[in-house]
Every structure is written in structure tokens, then in C-alpha cells.
């Protein structure tokens, strides 16, 4: 059974730096495409990044290119964001979804699992 626990979050000033981890157990990784998703109070869940399954194509959404980057780990098993340069509207949880599926264009693809999410609070 495919379990994912998201961690890393926490408080940070603007222009500061963090970087989330998605832990995928019961499941080799490589077989996964995953996506970090995120939310905020008030607000729709929005997509942020991805990456496929083999290829390890990239997205980004247009608000965090340049400042966020996804990365994978197939031994640790896990994927990781790194979050530069954060802004106050880049608070939120952050949520990691996974599925065996494959689109050149990840943020295409519907998530089969998902973790509980990470809250990430940017302030002074």
C-alpha cells in the first residue's frame, strides 16, 4: 500500500528559504509521477510543480518558476521542493500526490495517492 508523509514545513521570512520532503513507502519511486499541490486559507488547491515517472520531466507553475525546484532521490525514496526566495502568498500546506501514471505534461495527470500535507507560513 502506497503511503506518502510530507514534511520540512515550518515559519520562514520572506526571502528565506525552505525545502519540503514527500517520503513514497510501500512503492519503488521511479514507478511514480508525483506532484506537489497547495493550499491556502480561502483559496482553491492549486498545482506547483511535477515531475514523471522514468523521464523525470518538470513543471512549474508560473508563480514559483525561477524560485522553486523538484527534485527526486530513488534511494531515500523521496521528492523534494525547494523553495527559494518565499513570498508572504506562498504560505500555505503543501500537499504531495503520486500516480503510476505518465504525461509528458505532468500537471495533467489526476493523483491516486496523497499525502496530509506540510504547512509552510511565510511572515516577519
Known amino acids: 500500500q502506497v503511503q506518502i508523509v510530507e514534511s520540512g514545513g515550518g515559519w520562514v521570512q520572506p526571502g528565506g528559504s525552505l525545502t519540503l520532503s514527500c517520503e513514497v513507502s510501500g512503492a519503488r519511486l521511479d514507478f511514480y509521477s508525483v506532484s506537489w499541490f497547495r493550499q491556502a486559507p480561502g ?45 508572504f502568498e506562498d504560505s500555505a500546506v503543501y500537499v504531495c500526490g503520486a500516480t503510476t501514471l505518465w504525461n509528458p505534461d505532468c500537471f495533467q495527470i489526476d493523483m491516486d495517492h496523497w499525502g496530509n500535507g506540510s504547512l509552510v507560513t511565510v511572515s516577519v
Not at 510543480?49 to 523521496?78: H, N
Open 43 to 87: 483559496k482553491e488547491r492549486e498545482k506547483v510543480s511535477c515531475i514523471t515517472r522514468a523521464t523525470d520531466q518538470t513543471k512549474y507553475a508560473d508563480f514559483v518558476k525561477g524560485r522553486f525546484k523538484i527534485s527526486r532521490d530513488l534511494v531515500k525514496k523521496r521528492v523534494f521542493l525547494q523553495m527559494n526566495s518565499l513570498k
